[in-house]
């Protein structure tokens, strides 16, 4: 369903929108940063928020930082299905632009070399979070081995691979209390 923009007579556009103005560092149109606004203003109603994020999401096309802000609010608000759908967007899109290989053994020297260009940071940060909405989702294998690859390529925890690969192996916690 697609909701239109708000449009309340006598109502300055700071009044209508009152959180666009903190997206001006987004290189994206001035709608688009309306409607950021009201998914943040209409937290509480996934429905309507919901329709919000996904007109953003067909007018900005493949803009990173609204790809982005959409998989983490869907992420967030446990939409799993689509926050998946919106990381895997953003895995194919920062593949298709860097030319990255799809094989694992080619891919991990690549993002351990490159792992501080911001384009291959979006592109693991996008992976990491993929595994952890595929725990959520209940796909635990594809979780943990998306979870090992991560941790194959980050040097100080910065992407969760490692944190989320411990979890998955012990989801209770209970290995410390048996070694006790």
Known sequence: MTMPLPTPQNKTPAQQFPDADGLSWYVAPETVKQL?????????????????????LTIAGEDPDVLVSAYRYFFYTHNNTWALKVATKVLKMVERMESLPKDWPQLKPVLSN????????LYINAYASSGLIRARLG????????????????????????VVRDILAHPDGDDEADES
């Open 36 to 56: 950021l606004a009201l998914v943040s203003a209409n937290w509480g109603n996934p429905e309507l928020a919901d329709s919000y994020m996904n007109q953003a």
């Open 114 to 121: 490159r792992r501080d260009d911001p384009n291959i940071r």
């Open 139 to 162: 796909e635990i294998e594809s979780a943990k081995e998306i979870a090992a690859q991560v941790g194959e390529i980050e040097n100080r925890n910065e992407f969760g691979g490692n």
